[in-house]
Nanobody, 126 residues
Framework: QVQLVESGGGLVQAGGSLTLSCAAF????????MGWFRQAPGKEREFVGS????????NYADSVKGRFTISRDNVKNTVTLQMSSLKSDDTGVYYC???????????????????WGQGTQVIVSS
């Protein structure tokens, strides 16, 4: 079954760290860029970051630059989002997503992704 499964969400204090993982199943993982998005309560889903198919090109939203790190393992079929210096504004449901196209430099627009995980909740308490 083609799917993405996120894990690692939870409750963390402001200033703390959390690592999210996304496991991919049912498709050839190493040819598509992967992205992370998040949706805060009452807000639109927004781009957090993306990583190209080979991991050499990484994009971040300005709001997370310097605090979040994306990586991928094309052998284990996983993509990871390491989050540090967390703020209350980082609270939301975090989604992993797969790009529509193969061998790109990494997309940032939601419309460029066509497979989504179910999401994992992150709550940052102040």
């Amino acid at each position: 079954q083609v799917q993405l499964v996120e894990s690692g969400g939870g409750l963390v204090q402001a200033g703390g760290s959390l690592t999210l993982s996304c496991a991919a199943f049912g498709f050839t993982f190493g040819v598509n860029g992967m992205g992370w998005f998040r949706q805060a309560p009452g807000k639109e889903r927004e781009f957090v970051g993306s990583i190209s198919w080979g991991g050499r090109r990484i994009n971040y939203a300005d709001s997370v630059k310097g605090r979040f790190t994306i990586s991928r393992d094309n052998v284990k079929n996983t993509v990871t989002l390491q989050m540090s210096s967390l703020k209350s504004d980082d609270t939301g449901v975090y989604y992993c997503a797969r790009e529509k196209s193969s061998f790109t430099l990494g997309a940032v627009a939601e419309d460029d992704f066509n497979l989504w995980g179910q999401g994992t909740q992150v709550i940052v308490s102040s």
